[in-house]
């Protein structure tokens, strides 16, 4: 399996000092919305999809106002992964499947350039989109599903990996690619495992939003960590992910490598 690491959006909030915790005060921040293309023996499979063509094409009416006045996104498309596959060879009919770690706007608005593929998602985050609250009308944006996408709904983990139980979704690919519970965030977050030769990656999503979170000793920035709690669903359960998600890369550093969706730094490990 190969593994290819995309930025699919970069967004671009005010005030880097708070964002980055460098930078100046009026400075614009930085953040990515990191994404995987893994070339399988069942097709390409995309762990997050970042921003589509559609979210670059129609912003306003695809990621709301407040969204945009808020994390002032560059929107291009040749950052959507629909474009960087293409200039790998790729066409949007060779990706069969797709892993979100969650449905929020910056995670599954390319969902719509591939209709065709499967999308897997735990249960309870499927019922945000299929049977949502009044809260979840506000946070999912529902054009981004309007197209109708292939659900695989998944649910009771079975598999053990490090200490987590884990889902295996595709039935081809059990060996290498797991999907790992970890909620909070919204009702049904989960990390993505992917074995990279003999260590394994670990797609951890928004279960925490910078590399100091899970022990590296940069300080965690104040403007990301007012963010963070502003947008989750269950504090007590994205706590206790976050410190689980910790106790593993004390661990099991040596033999799984953590990385969250944002984090610019911990893109640039990758590329």
């Known amino acids: 399996?190969?593994?290819?690491?995309?930025?699919?959006?970069?967004?671009?909030?005010?005030?880097?000092?708070?964002?980055?915790?460098?930078?100046?005060?009026?400075?614009?921040?930085?953040?990515?919305c990191h994404c995987l293309a893994l070339e399988t023996k069942v097709g390409v499979v995309l762990v997050d999809t970042g921003f589509?063509?559609?979210?670059?094409?129609?912003?306003?009416?695809?990621?709301?106002?407040?969204?945009?006045?808020?994390t002032q996104p560059t929107l291009k498309r040749e950052e959507t992964a629909l474009a960087q596959l293409e200039a790998m060879g790729f066409s949007a009919k060779d990706v069969t499947h797709i892993v979100p770690?969650?449905?929020d706007l910056d995670h599954a608005g390319?969902?719509?350039?591939?209709?065709?593929?499967?999308?897997?998602?735990l249960d309870a985050e499927l019922a945000q989109i299929t049977r949502p609250t009044a809260?979840?009308?506000?946070?999912?944006r529902a054009l981004?599903?309007?197209h109708g996408p292939r659900w695989a709904e998944h649910r009771n983990p079975t598999v053990d990996w490090f200490g987590f139980k884990a889902i295996a979704p595709i039935a081809e690919l059990a060996d290498d690619l797991l999907m790992?519970?970890?909620?909070?965030?919204?009702?049904?977050?989960?990390?993505?495992?992917?074995?990279?030769?003999?260590?394994?990656?670990?797609?951890?999503?928004?279960?925490?939003?910078?590399?100091?979170?899970?022990?590296?000793?940069?300080?965690?920035?104040?403007?990301?960590?007012?963010?963070?709690?502003?947008?989750?669903?269950?504090?007590?359960?994205?706590?206790?992910?976050?410190?689980?998600?910790?106790a593993l890369a004390e661990k099991h550093g040596a033999e799984v490598e953590l990385f969250c969706a944002h984090d610019p730094e911990e893109l640039a490990r990758y590329q």
């Open 101 to 103: 770690t969650h449905l």
């Open 52 to 70: 589509g063509v559609a979210d670059v094409e129609k912003p306003k009416a695809r990621l709301g106002s407040a969204f945009l006045a808020l």
């Open 180 to 246: 790992v519970p970890l909620v909070g965030h919204t009702k049904g977050h989960c990390g993505v495992a992917v074995r990279n030769g003999s260590k394994w990656l670990l797609h951890c999503g928004d279960a925490y939003f910078h590399r100091a979170e899970v022990g590296h000793p940069d300080p965690m920035p104040a403007g990301l960590r007012i963010f963070e709690k502003l947008v989750q669903t269950w504090p007590q359960a994205r706590i206790d992910s976050q410190a689980r998600l910790k």
């Open 110 to 121: 390319g969902l719509s350039d591939y209709p065709h593929a499967t999308v897997h998602v």
């Open 144 to 146: 981004q599903f309007a």
């Open 1 to 32: 399996m190969k593994i290819h690491h995309l930025n699919c959006g970069t967004l671009c909030p005010y005030c880097a000092r708070l964002i980055n915790g460098k930078g100046g005060w009026t400075e614009k921040g930085r953040l990515v």
């Open 135 to 140: 809260r979840d009308k506000v946070r999912f």
